[in-house]
């Protein structure tokens, strides 16, 4: 319905992150450059909290987009239960 209203090219509000529609902020350019750092000096862990909605699964998609697959491997914990 919105999506020929706004003339859009798919839907803005899916349930899964899509890292092509990722606001690279000034607050998430800095998260991006710790998480970065933090990959290259071979940290085992990273933590990232914030609030709900705050783009941190967002910026986790942007992230591994920006990655070389050939030479780190990533992987999600979809549920911690």
Do not use: C, E, W
Not at 33 to 44: A, N, W
Not at 57 to 80: E, S
């Amino acid at each position: 319905m919105q999506i020929k209203r706004f003339k859009l090219k798919g839907k803005p509000f899916g349930l899964n992150p899509d890292a092509k529609y990722f606001f690279n902020s000034a607050t998430h350019k800095r998260a991006i450059s710790t998480l970065g750092y933090g990959l290259g000096q071979g940290q085992g862990f990273i933590v990232i909290t914030g609030d709900s909605g705050s783009g941190k699964t967002m910026l986790m998609h942007a992230l591994q987009h920006l990655l070389d697959k050939n030479q780190i491997v990533t992987g999600r914990v979809l549920n911690t239960q």
